[in-house]
């Protein structure tokens, strides 16, 4: 059974940063794909950035590029996300996710290519 689990969010001001950490049980990440996502209240699941398996490719959504960094610990088995110059539009709670397929070369920003979720953090920036 795949386990995931988030911890690092908070609260900080505008401009400040965090990093959120994912820790994975059940599976390893190297295997798998592993995404970050987000939403606000009443809003639908976004996407904000991915980890390709094979650790050659990482996407970006635009509102995180320049800003945020995906990286994965495989010894710990662990996905993180550096947040830098963090806004309040980014506040919102914070989702891991691992792709459903084992060695998928698409690195989708669909939320139904990932089987697998956290139960989120919440990332609050203040103005």
């Known amino acids: 059974q795949v386990q995931l689990v988030e911890s690092g969010g908070g609260s900080v001001q505008a401009g400040g940063s965090l990093r959120l950490s994912c820790a994975a049980s059940?599976?390893?990440?190297?295997?798998?794909?592993m995404a970050w996502f987000r939403q606000a209240a009443g809003k639908e699941r976004e996407f904000v950035a991915a980890f390709r398996w094979d650790g050659r490719l990482r996407r970006y959504a635009d509102s995180a590029k320049g800003r945020f960094a995906v990286d994965r610990d495989n010894a710990k088995n662990t996905v993180h996300l550096e947040m830098n110059d963090l806004t309040p539009e980014d506040t919102m709670i914070y989702y891991c996710?691992?792709?459903?397929?084992?060695?998928?070369?698409?690195?989708?920003?669909?939320?139904?290519?990932?089987?697998?979720w956290g139960q989120g953090t919440q990332v609050t920036v203040s103005s």
């Open positions: 996710a691992m792709d459903s397929i084992r060695h998928r070369t698409l690195s989708s920003t669909d939320p139904g290519q990932y089987e697998n």
């Open positions: 059940g599976r390893p990440v190297s295997d798998y794909t």
